[in-house]
């Protein structure tokens, strides 16, 4: 298959006339510029590299628009969720699925990391063959979006708290069986869906006790992407002080957590001290702003964090909003907001959080951009789009938006973002069906 784009713009350059060739599996086998009016199968006016999306909860897109009524914080928001985990089976968690990674790939992303720990039936019995992790593998196929599946550790409800309600959906007990079960599940990927990268996931200090957290780390493979909450809520802060003495962000690290590998979720209320500590352990974070603004999280550290050394990604979370370029502009707003500055954030570091850094946090060691022998990824953006007349091409991603995103190549296949649109809204009719 050949691409043709007229004008091709990534981090580091703009290309005019490019030209793509693709194998048969949609690996790059060259890349040409200045090549105008030659023919091709796709032809796209404008093109930016494929974005990741670092942290989502496919379900939790079945509250957007149904839980602003009557105000409360975090944690009441937290009870409706609970409320909609538990009226959820695996052909409803397809049909949702499928929803969101379509309306994702619509707007741009082309990868994505499912942060999932609703594993078991209501009550705690497990499903036969891991129905609940392969319904969602079967919505990405679907969606066609590369999905990173980060099966998470969910074992107490709290310092000191059993799972209850619906948290028993969550739990497999302990970080033995959490264990024994990741890996049965990756052997059962690897047969049914080998596209699918397992990674992994710690919920949150206050859901793993902290003797467990040295004991599910040191049982991954050193190669999984290791994902985890870090004090989205002063709430969690102030409890694992009182309950250990220390903040998560140290009790992570003295437990083994920490690394290059391993990305960080909201990181919205630290100290000085954790942002050094994060730095220094060379860790992704990953920034969820549309999110962190809906639930009233507070502003995170977004300049802090990167000027310590850390990698900064974007994630849509709850989904609440599914748009990449919202998302880039809102981690340079709060960071303006915070400092009281413009331009906090380089250009590049910004592009770097919504692809590179982005892919890396859900494939460590992936090669990313258009690269000779990786397949394509590539978003089509609206040529003509009053939103863009007239804006600099490096500038893309702080003036795009959802909309303009009119076509995505995912592994070099190629979808139209109005079919995508309408798979979308035809897979949210069937989860809600009923309600």
């Known amino acids: 298959?050949?691409?043709?784009?007229?004008?091709?713009?990534?981090?580091?350059?703009?290309?005019?006339?490019?030209?793509?060739?693709?194998?048969?599996?949609?690996?790059?086998?060259?890349?040409?510029?200045d090549r105008p009016g030659a023919r091709a199968d796709h032809v796209l006016a404008l093109a930016i590299p494929g974005l990741a999306n670092t942290h989502s909860?496919?379900?939790?897109?079945?509250?957007?628009?149904?839980?602003?009524?009557?105000?409360?914080?975090?944690?009441r928001w937290r009870d409706t969720m609970y409320r909609v985990a538990g009226s959820l089976d695996p052909d409803r968690m397809r049909a949702v699925a499928t929803a969101v990674y379509s309306e994702m790939v619509a707007a741009g992303y082309t990868a994505v990391g499912e942060f999932h720990y609703l594993h078991h039936r209501p009550g705690g019995l497990p499903y036969p063959d891991h129905a609940m992790e392969i319904a969602l593998a079967e919505a990405a196929a679907e969606a066609g979006i590369r999905l990173t599946l980060l099966d998470a550790a969910y074992l107490r409800a709290g310092f000191g708290k059993a799972p209850e309600g619906a948290q028993l959906r969550f739990s497999d007990g302990t970080a033995?069986?959490?264990?024994?079960?990741?890996?049965?599940?990756?052997?059962?990927?690897?047969?049914?869906?080998?596209?699918?990268?397992?990674?992994a996931a710690l919920h949150s200090v206050r859901a793993v006790a902290p003797e467990d957290l040295g004991l599910a780390v040191g049982g991954l493979p050193a190669d999984a992407p290791l994902h985890v909450h870090l004090s989205e809520q002063p709430a969690e802060n102030a409890d694992c002080v009182a309950a250990t003495g220390m903040t998560p962000t140290v009790l992570l690290d003295l437990t083994?957590?920490?690394?290059?590998?391993?990305?960080?979720?909201?990181?919205?209320?630290?100290t000085d001290a954790d942002i050094a500590r994060l730095g220094a352990a060379r860790v992704s974070?990953?920034?969820?702003?549309?999110?962190?603004?809906?639930?009233?999280?507070?502003?995170?550290?977004?300049a802090e964090l990167h000027e310590a050394?850390?990698?900064l990604t974007i994630g849509s979370d709850q989904n609440v909003v599914i748009d990449p370029f919202d998302e880039v502009r809102r981690l340079e707003g709060g960071a303006r907001l915070a400092s009281g500055r413009r331009g906090v954030l380089p250009l590049g570091t910004l592009w770097d959080a919504a692809t590179t850094a982005g892919h890396t946090s859900l494939r460590p060691g992936a090669r990313t951009g258009i690269e000779v022998g990786e397949q394509l990824d590539l978003v089509?953006?609206?040529?003509?789009?009053?939103?863009?007349?007239?804006?600099?091409?490096?500038?893309?991603?702080?003036?795009?938006?959802?909309?303009?995103?009119?076509?995505?190549?995912?592994?070099?296949?190629?979808?139209?973002?109005?079919?995508?649109?309408?798979?979308?809204?035809?897979?949210?009719?069937?989860?809600?069906?009923?309600?």
Request: with cysteine; proline share 2%.
């Open 57 to 75: 909860h496919a379900f939790h897109r079945l509250l957007r628009g149904r839980t602003h009524a009557g105000g409360g914080d975090f944690w």
């Open 176 to 199: 033995e069986r959490w264990l024994e079960r990741w890996h049965r599940l990756r052997g059962a990927l690897a047969s049914s869906h080998p596209e699918v990268t397992l990674g």
């Open 309 to 311: 050394g850390a990698r």
């Open 256 to 270: 083994g957590a920490l690394s290059a590998r391993t990305t960080v979720v909201h990181a919205t209320h630290l």
């Open 380 to 435: 089509a953006l609206a040529p003509r789009s009053a939103r863009l007349a007239g804006v600099r091409p490096h500038e893309l991603l702080g003036a795009a938006a959802a909309d303009d995103a009119v076509a995505s190549i995912v592994r070099g296949r190629y979808q139209d973002s109005s079919a995508l649109r309408t798979r979308a809204w035809d897979a949210f009719e069937e989860a809600s069906h009923g309600e």
């Open 1 to 33: 298959m050949r691409i043709a784009c007229e004008r091709l713009v990534t981090r580091d350059e703009v290309l005019d006339h490019a030209l793509i060739d693709l194998d048969g599996d949609g690996r790059v086998i060259a890349v040409e510029s």
């Open 285 to 302: 974070v990953s920034m969820c702003p549309t999110t962190e603004a809906d639930l009233g999280d507070g502003l995170g550290h977004a």
